[in-house]
């Protein structure tokens, strides 16, 4: 599915959410949800494809596929926490949009640890 329709199909969503939010907020709040759901699933094809394009480039140059998965966990993560954020926003709870904000960022810096443990060793031999 390209961009233009995706877009196309946000737009269109977010305005129906518009109308349905003076008669009936809790849907709108759940067409945005479903909405951003059933984008995700439309573009899983082309993660896939940019997973497999990152790992072909880890062979290329002979990087550690471990590292390489971290990294691509760690965007994935990034992904998932904001996507949670402006759900949590759009439903007007700033605040648990914060924890989860602040959640993605640990568990962020939980998964890349054993790379950045292995980039302090890499840069002390050297020293």
């Given at each position: 599915?390209?961009?233009?329709?995706?877009?196309?199909?946000?737009?269109?969503?977010?305005?129906?959410?518009?109308?349905?939010?003076?008669?009936?907020?809790?849907?709108?709040?759940?067409?945005?949800?479903?909405?951003?759901?059933?984008?995700?699933?439309l573009i899983s094809n082309e993660l896939i494809n940019v997973i497999d394009q990152v790992n072909k480039i880890g062979d290329e140059f002979g990087v550690n596929g471990?590292?390489?998965?971290?990294?691509?966990?760690?965007?994935?993560?990034?992904?998932?926490?904001?996507?949670?954020?402006?759900?949590?926003?759009?439903?007007?709870?700033?605040?648990?949009?914060?924890?989860?904000?602040?959640?993605?960022?640990?568990?962020?810096?939980?998964?890349?640890?054993?790379?950045?443990?292995?980039?302090?060793?890499?840069?002390?031999?050297?020293?």
């Open positions: 599915m390209s961009l233009i329709q995706i877009v196309a199909l946000a737009v269109m969503c977010a305005m129906m959410a518009l109308v349905l939010k003076n008669q009936r907020p809790e849907l709108a709040v759940q067409m945005g949800i479903a909405a951003g759901a059933l984008i995700l699933l471990q590292q390489l998965m971290v990294v691509i966990k760690v965007i994935g993560m990034a992904y998932l926490a904001e996507f949670g954020v402006q759900i949590c926003k759009d439903s007007g709870e700033n605040a648990l949009a914060g924890k989860v904000e602040l959640a993605g960022k640990v568990m962020i810096i939980a998964v890349a640890l054993p790379v950045i443990s292995s980039l302090i060793s890499l840069v002390t031999s050297i020293l």
